[in-house]
């Protein structure tokens, strides 16, 4: 979903980004619209040369957790941000925005018919707790902890790349890659970075469900992007598996 949705970096069909998308609905932090608006907002401040330290996880660990868990940022004069009309327009993605909530209830019957109740609070009150908690701390360390790759000059905060929860998180903690390279499919660009993210949509692409795969070298270099290490200062371009085709564009 945030490979897909957030940033454009693949295409596949409708039903499967819809399907996907609910997926993503059901770790339970917001309908798919709110979840944009919150990851532009970031994605903006964090590339700032300053911002609020909610948005850059920039406090110790335990007051973000409660910031980031109980709290609301409310800016005096917040960034506009016009969601594209695509997303606006589009009325699946305005009914599971609606109905965010309400999307737990299939499978809460599901896993009640075939569980009880016990199958009910693991299967989804414990599984959002965990997912909820767990974002957050990725989303902590990701901004703190953990080596880096390429430095974002003028950049307020930097993305780190957190090498043990790489699994867990199906490669979306190779976070320094995504500060770096956001609109690449791959996360974990290097062969000791594991991305299973990445290979999920390999597999996809093998059944004909994922085309126009981007990567970090059909991205326009960037002027403020400095490597840090000798294998980022040889580019990541020439990474390209032998299952993934040719993108649409170099954007
Ligand atoms: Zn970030
Ligand atoms: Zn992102």
Redesign the pocket.
Known sequence: M??KL??NSYACPKWLEYFLIHLGVLVGMAGPLGMVRT?DLR?WAQRQPDCHSYLRHGRGLWVDGWWQLHCELRLEHPPVFRLEPGLLHDRVLLFMERTWMLQQLPLAVVLAALGGWPWVIWGISVRVLVSVVGHWLIGYFAHNRGAMEHEVVAAVVQGRNVKWMSYITMGESWHNN?HAF?GSAILGIYDDQPDPGWWVLNALHRLGLAWDIVLPGDLSPRKNLRPLTSRASLGTGGKRPGNCPVPRSRR
């Open positions: 945030h490979r957030i940033h990851h994605d995504h956001p």
